[in-house]
């Protein structure tokens, strides 16, 4: 695919994806305008307690499910006063620090609605894109040499028609228009779907509703935000050793450790919420208090919905509930309509055919990008700004692409791996990725990725040990590649203090003088690993020396 000569560059959406596309794209030096069609910035954690329809939204109680660590952006960290897992409003008051550090908020337009994209008349020889904007009533059109789409996939809500819905005489809601549980105290609810605000949800209502019900087809693996020692779970578990340590052991043993791991708080089998495919296969609901709301009655748990009454719900097995309210927990659906109609970049069932999930592969130019069309096992907002870092490099330097029939096989591949390593449902699993892998294939493509070779840990020993056992934080993709940023090695070895700071909020004086010390807290990355997994490692490793050297004395 063809590059052209890329200055003017439109972005759809400032969102924190929005907002990472407009910096990426000024770092670069290109000329960047943003659209925004509320009047408002920030996306979904720019909490809205009126109507948003149309708008992502969260609810007002809402958690980060991944900690501070992993939504600091690559060159902008979150602070050491920041809880290890930041509430909505907290995340909101970053970006917004975020944006007024690189002065984001001039390449904004407010209250202006994309209505169409549509390529320009001389798009088979420049690339370039007509937008169709509508503001305060009046519409224009503006040229673009390329357009970054950041309206992400949280767009209109997904209510499953069942039988008899039509009848039910109680009220009906998504967890998209959820705020509070204020509106449900005392009442009979409902929740279906154990996706993460369907936990947050069920939980929260159960504190105020008479009887809560939470329903769901599949089953689903629950775990918590905080596990051992009282780590976030993503601190200690999206480390480049546990990636590796896993994909080394056998499929046997893999199983039995993560089906012991999960069932050690909760047996899934035993609450009747076993899913069909193994932990690591499907979706993971993180819910902390969901265990204590079973075992206190708070929240009862039903199988799968096969109709509705008046003003009843049955379910497969043919149980049923009385029930005032119904909140559906089921996910989105999305579109790009907008862009020619939706035939340039189609969605069916959820799915899309986009290289490296950014470009769509049949096009002449790549001028145009998705970005946040993903659901990365790990944190959003950051794969979403290491996509913008990518496309804005490859404009800003005119790189070619491969071509069609490279890009749609391996697209291919991409969907065959997705539904072999996830074994739910294709709609489920279709934006699911694996963010570590995904984080070093883009950081290959800019020439981000870290020195990951052994002579990494003769040169600098302290980093080397954070690279390998400390968690894949956005900030290994700037110690090298373009725009680095000087700062980065200093943050990649102050992630323990920082997450301690979080953690103690009782000692912060003599916390303080840890964090002002020049030393960061050594070897603290190997902390958390329990001894056994040290000695299984090391184990594994002369293991395999052992059979490469008997090879070469047999061959």
Request: aromatic fraction near 12%; charge should be neutral.
């Amino acid at each position: 695919m063809s590059s052209t000569n890329i200055q003017k560059v439109c972005v759809i959406g400032a969102g924190s994806a929005g907002l990472a596309a407009i910096k990426s794209a000024k770092e670069y030096g290109l000329e960047v305008i943003a659209y925004e069609k509320s009047s408002y910035y920030g996306g979904i954690w720019n909490f809205k307690a009126d109507d948003c329809s149309g708008l992502g939204n969260v609810m007002k109680s809402t958690i980060l499910n991944t900690s501070k660590e992993f939504i600091s952006m690559s060159d902008f960290p979150t602070k050491k006063e920041d809880a290890n897992f930041m509430r909505n409003g907290d995340v909101f008051r970053f970006l917004t620090e975020y944006a007024e550090h690189f002065g984001l908020f001039s390449n904004i337009s407010f209250e202006t609605s994309v209505i169409e994209i549509t390529r320009a008349k001389d798009y088979e020889r420049t690339g370039k894109w007509i937008v169709t904007t509508e503001s305060k009533g009046n519409r224009s059109e503006v040229i673009f040499d390329a357009v970054m789409v950041c309206v992400g996939h949280h767009v209109y809500p997904n209510i499953p028609q069942f039988k008899g819905l039509q009848d039910f005489r109680g009220t009906i809601t998504h967890s998209h228009d959820y705020k509070t549980s204020r509106l449900f105290e005392d009442r009979r609810v409902l929740v279906v779907g154990l996706g993460n605000s369907g936990g947050d949800i069920l939980c929260e209502v159960g504190k105020v509703a008479r009887k809560t019900y939470g329903c769901s087809r599949f089953g689903t693996w629950v775990t918590q935000r905080v596990i051992k020692g009282g780590y976030p779970r993503d601190i200690l578990m999206r480390t480049r050793y546990n990636e590796w340590r896993l994909k080394m052991m056998p499929g046997w043993l893999k199983r039995q450790l993560n089906l012991s791991n999960y069932n050690e708080r909760l047996d899934h089998s035993l609450y009747g919420l076993r899913p069909q495919e193994d932990p690591g296969q499907s979706p993971v609901l993180l819910a902390d208090d969901l265990p204590l709301f079973l075992s206190s009655g708070w929240v009862e748990l039903r199988m799968g919905i096969d109709h509705f009454k008046e003003n009843r719900v049955v379910y497969e097995d043919r149980r049923e509930d009385e029930i005032d309210d119904v909140i559906f927990c089921t996910g989105y659906n999305f579109d790009f309509d907008f862009i020619e109609e939706g035939k340039v970049v189609p969605v069916s069932d959820n799915q899309t055919r986009l290289w490296r999930r950014i470009f769509p592969p049949d096009l002449k130019y790549n001028t145009l990008a998705m970005i946040g069309v993903i659901d990365p096992l790990g944190p959003t907002i950051t794969c979403s700004e290491a996509q913008t870092r990518v496309v804005a490099h490859f404009w800003a330097n005119q790189i070619d692409l491969p071509s069609e029939s490279e890009m749609q096989k391996e697209i291919d591949r991409d969907k065959a791996a997705t539904k072999a390593r996830f074994k739910c449902s294709d709609r489920r699993a279709s934006l699911q990725i694996d963010h570590i892998w995904y984080f070093d294939q883009l950081a290959s493509m800019i020439g981000a990725l870290p020195d990951l070779g052994p002579v990494n840990f003769w040169r600098d020993p302290q980093l080397a040990l954070a690279l390998y056992f400390g968690p894949v934080t956005s900030h290994h993709y700037r110690l090298k590649g373009p725009n680095p940023w000087k700062d980065a090695r200093k943050q990649i070895l102050g992630t323990y203090d920082r997450v301690h700071y979080g953690m103690n909020t009782r000692e912060r004086a003599l916390l303080e003088k840890r964090f002002n010390s020049e030393n960061p807290t050594l070897y603290a990355h190997l902390l958390p690993i329990p001894a056994w997994d040290i000695g299984f490692s090391i184990l594994l490793f002369f293991t395999i020396l052992g059979i490469i050297t008997f090879l070469r004395g047999v061959l």
